[in-house]
Structures are given as C-alpha cells and as structure tokens.
C-alpha cells in the first residue's frame, strides 16, 4: 500500500510542479525577468556579475589587475605585510552591482531564495578549500538579531554550501557572545575593536572541530574584523586549518587600506 502511494505522490508532484510554475512562473532574482527555471538569473542579469577569476589573492580574495601583483605565496602585497589569520580565502563576486543587490536582498529583504543562487557560485569557485572531511561552519548573529531577522543568512549559505560539496555543516559551532552595532559604517580599525572577543567557540562543539580543517561560511568579506575572530576562536579551539568562503569580497580603498590591522595570529 505504501509503495502504491508513493507512486501516486511521484506521478502527481510534476503536476504540482506544473501549476506551481502557472502561478509563480520562474523569474530573474533580481530583475524578474522571465528564466527557465526558479533560482536563476536572467542573461542580462548574469552578464552584470562581476566573478572573482584569478589572479586574486588568496589569502583576502580580492581580484588584482595582473599576476605581477601577486608575491610568490600568491598574496597581494598588503596581504604579504599583514598575513590573515585564515590560511585562504575564496569570493564568488566582487560586492557590486547586481551581486550587491543579491546579498543585500538576501540578507535584509528576506529573499532567502538569494543563498541557493550565491552557493552555487560559493561552490565553484572554492572546489579547492572545500576539502574532504572539511567542516562547513557559518559565521553566527546574536541571539537578538536572530530573532528580528528571523534567520542567519550565513547559515542558510553554509547549509547550502555543505549539501552542494558533499559535507557536513555545524551551525552552532560558533556564538557571538555580544551583541555589536552594524559595521556597515565603521572604519577598519573601529570595525575590529568593536568585533575583538565578541566570537566565541561552543564548548560542547570543542571536540567536533579539534584537528579538522574547517572552512568559514559568511554573506561578505570586508575588513576581515568578524572572520578573524571567528578563526582565532577556531583556532583555538584546535582546529587543525580555517579557511573562508563567501558570496561577496569587498576590494580594499587605496586612500584607507594600504596598511591593515594585525589579523591577530594564534600562536
């Protein structure tokens, strides 16, 4: 009788599927043009993205102009002056135009249907630091913006990423012990003394990230302030590598970054 049923539910669910798309017909994420299917962008849409390609660096993912820029590490040189205490980055797109708009709607326009799009390319481009048996683990909200927000957008991508890459995602893993102000408008420096020790490991998660690498989900890279401090809480916690991987990379403003904050090294 159940396997009559279930036979019934999967000749029914493409006609479910079919009137679905007759009243929502798939349309571009962010313009709404029409598409092939849901979740997708429209050509035009696409053709605006601006995808991280080598060369970038790969300790802060930023795009550089040619391979010349890069040290022998691979590092651009502010990188090579100021190590990350993450060991790579990767980025999908440079945090502008439609990309911007993807991740602002996702993260404060509940269009959570923005993070399966965003994994995907998160996917792609970090094939080499999403390593077997890695650990996929977002970078957490407090328990206050959780519950205005409702969700933790890095969580939905960490979720969708460790599916897409076959691996397992720890979601708690990481707690932000204090709340702090959005950074949005902060300096770098001020980004970083507002974030120091506000990232903490979850001591029943101690033994589930000792000696593994692990890579760090987050919706956008900027100064690097939050991601530092959830590796160095990694890191403490005995985690044998970090890595990060995430939607958008910011490129630094040459009037204010040629000299970054130290990332904070665990030694």
Same mark, same amino acid.
């Given at each position: 009788m159940f396997a009559l049923a279930g036979g019934v539910v999967a000749r029914l669910r493409p006609l479910g599927q079919m009137a679905l798309g007759?009243?929502?017909?798939?349309?571009?994420? &962010?313009?709404? /043009?029409?598409? $092939?299917?849901?979740?997708? #962008?429209?050509? =035009?849409?696409?053709?605006?993205?601006?995808?991280?390609?080598?060369?970038?660096?790969?300790?802060?993912?930023?795009?550089?102009?040619?391979?010349?820029?890069?040290?022998?590490?691979?590092?651009?040189?502010?990188c090579e002056r100021h190590h990350s205490a993450w060991g790579q980055a990767r980025a999908a797109f440079v945090y502008e135009s439609v990309a911007r708009e993807l991740i602002l709607k996702l993260k404060y326009a509940d269009q959570t249907d923005n993070a399966?799009?965003?994994?995907?390319?998160?996917?792609?481009?970090?094939?080499?630091?999403l390593v077997d048996d890695a650990l996929v683990v977002p970078v957490p909200v407090h328990r206050w913006r959780l519950f205005?927000?409702?969700?933790?957008?890095?969580?939905?991508?960490? &979720?969708?990423? /460790?599916?897409? $890459?076959?691996?397992?995602? #720890?979601?708690? =893993?990481?707690?932000?012990?204090r709340s702090t102000v959005p950074l949005a408008s902060f300096s770098r420096q001020a980004r970083w003394d507002e974030v120091a020790q506000a990232i903490m490991l979850r001591s029943s998660c101690g033994p589930r990230v000792r000696g593994r690498d692990i890579v760090v989900v987050d919706d956008l890279l900027t100064t690097g302030a939050t991601a530092a401090a959830c590796t160095n809480a990694l890191l403490q916690g005995g985690a044998r590598s970090v890595s990060l991987l995430v939607a958008g990379v910011v490129p630094p403003r040459r009037d204010v970054d040629m000299d970054q904050p130290d990332y904070g090294h665990v030694g």
């Open positions: 007759v009243l929502y017909p798939p349309a571009c994420l &962010h313009c709404g /043009a029409d598409v $092939a299917r849901h979740g997708l #962008l429209c050509s =035009a849409c696409f053709a605006r993205l601006h995808g991280v390609v080598a060369p970038f660096c790969k300790a802060c993912a930023v795009p550089q102009v040619s391979a010349g820029m890069l040290g022998a590490d691979g590092l651009c040189p502010a399966a799009f965003l994994a995907q390319q998160m996917v792609r481009v970090g094939r080499d630091i205005r927000r409702r969700y933790n957008q890095a969580a939905l991508l960490a &979720h969708a990423v /460790a599916k897409l $890459a076959g691996l397992r995602c #720890l979601p708690d =893993a990481l707690v932000r012990v």
